[in-house]
């Protein structure tokens, strides 16, 4: 398989995932701003997960953008990370419904440690076709917002069952450490490239 159609096939399902996501928000009946105070938990929600996706969709990029050819494992390792993904929109609309009460927080933070861990899996695939010496796996170095943020999301677990708020704000956290996209591996696309 060519890179160019995994590639596809991941924005594509990462569109889908977005759009399953906002479908998922109800419109209020009425037409006072007031409506819209109990509808703030599900938008703030939403937003942290287009968030989310968007980070995924940019570093997921770069990182296949960094691969040589696409072997089967590479494959599964892609399908996996998307499996994860796409209980996004099912975590986000459970999760802002009920306030961040302490089970949907829970299980928001599981998903998200499980798509971290399935994005590191296709990381190390990745890289491991590539060899220790190569260029991503020098760029990737000791990794440590990748390291960092299964530790992250494991706290915020544990801690949805005594301050679901604080989960809340470490999963916020999180997010604001990969916002700016992973310059490392960027770096190792444009010198391909070039």
């Known amino acids: 398989m060519e890179k160019n159609r995994l590639e596809a096939f991941s924005d594509g399902v990462l569109a889908i995932i977005i759009t399953i996501m906002v479908l998922g928000l ?3 009946a009425g037409s006072d701003i007031t409506v819209l105070k109990p509808l703030l938990p599900v938008l703030l929600t939403y937003a942290l ?3 989310y996706i968007g980070i995924y969709w940019n570093n997921h990029h770069h990182l296949l953008k960094a691969a ?3 072997n089967g494992a590479m494959m599964w390792a892609n399908l996996h ?4 993904l796409s209980l996004f929109p099912f975590v986000t609309g459970w999760m802002g419904e009920n306030h ?7 299980l928001y933070g599981l998903v998200m440690l499980l798509a971290a861990i399935a994005y590191y899996i296709l990381q190390t695939i990745i890289v491991t076709q590539q060899g220790p010496d190569s260029k991503l796996a020098k760029s990737l170095g000791r990794d440590l917002k990748g390291k960092a943020s299964p530790v992250l999301y494991a706290a915020a677990i544990g801690m949805a069952f005594f301050e679901p708020w604080i989960s809340c704000v470490i999963y916020v956290l999180v997010a604001l450490m990969w ?9 190792v696309v444009d010198e391909s490239i070039h």
């Open 26 to 28: 109800q419109v209020p």
């Open 81 to 84: 990370l998307l499996f994860w």
């Open 49 to 51: 997960s287009f968030i």
């Open 68 to 70: 040589h050819r696409v």
């Open 100 to 106: 961040f009460a302490t089970a949907p927080t829970a």
């Open 179 to 187: 916002l700016i996209p992973d310059r490392r591996i960027e770096r």
